[in-house]
């Protein structure tokens, strides 16, 4: 079955920086990739998502990447600020189940 | 206002007395899961159902149960907790169609003595 890797565990930027967040998967079936954002307490949130159809995806200050051929696909926040301060997860859909498998999270920390 | 509600928040139970978490969504999903966080482990999932009285085992299903008797609702039953399955649980409902955002619940806290 499917088997998402996600790297780094932690990460702390100042802010103002860039984050990059890495995840790697092992299903060459699987066809979409979410990025969900958990604040301190809350519930996972969606922040943005890339189909294998597409290589990159921009929404403001985020942004993901795709690489179908390696297996991996990446979250890259600019800018970041310390409302981004919150644990990330990337997840990748088995086809044809909607069953998400999600990475093991990072916590990012971004200090003013 | 869409939504996924989990009952309760938080829950403090003693071992072997069989609990109840509700999960209820208003959008009329066809996909519903349930899973569990743990620290260093991320989200797993337990169970997860695709329609109505359509039900099956995710990754983590041990000691754990589900129904989905209406569209609407996904109760997810501990016949007999332990402390092992003292964590953070999370519901979560989806249109079902592939390529589709997951709506979670606020999360139910329970701790198993």
């Known amino acids: 079955g499917e088997n998402v890797e996600q790297h780094p565990s932690t990460l702390s930027v100042q802010e103002g920086d860039s984050a990059v967040i890495k995840c790697t998967y092992s299903?060459?079936?699987?066809?979409?990739f979410p990025w969900y954002k958990q604040e301190l307490g809350k519930r996972p949130q969606l922040i943005i998502d890339?189909?294998?159809?597409?290589g990159e995806k921009k929404d403001q200050r985020i942004a993901v990447t795709l690489n179908k051929t390696a297996k991996h696909f990446s979250l890259h926040i600019t800018e970041t600020q310390p409302e981004d301060s919150a644990v990330y997860f990337c997840?990748?859909?088995?086809?044809?189940?909607?069953?998400?498998?999600f990475g093991t999270g990072t916590r990012l920390q971004v200090f003013p | 206002e869409a939504q996924v509600t989990q009952n309760p928040r938080y829950l403090i139970t003693v071992t072997g007395k069989k609990l109840t978490v509700t999960c209820s969504q208003n959008?009329?999903?066809?996909?519903m899961s349930w899973y569990r966080q743990d620290p260093g482990l991320g989200l797993r999932q337990i169970y997860y159902?695709?329609?109505?009285?359509?039900?099956d085992k995710g990754d983590v299903p041990e000691g754990y149960k589900v129904s989905r008797k209406e569209k609407r609702n996904f109760p997810l039953i501990l016949e007999s907790p332990s402390p092992n399955q003292t964590s953070l649980y999370f519901c979560?409902?989806?249109?079902?169609?592939?390529?589709?955002?997951?709506?979670f619940g606020q999360g139910t806290r329970l701790t198993v003595v």
């Open positions: 299903d060459s079936a699987s066809n979409y």
């Open positions: 997840a990748a859909t088995q086809p044809n189940t909607d069953k998400l498998i």
């Open positions: 959008m009329n999903h066809e996909y």
């Open positions: 979560a409902s989806s249109q079902g169609l592939g390529f589709t955002e997951a709506f």
């Open positions: 890339i189909r294998s159809n597409v």
């Open positions: 159902s695709m329609n109505v009285e359509v039900t």
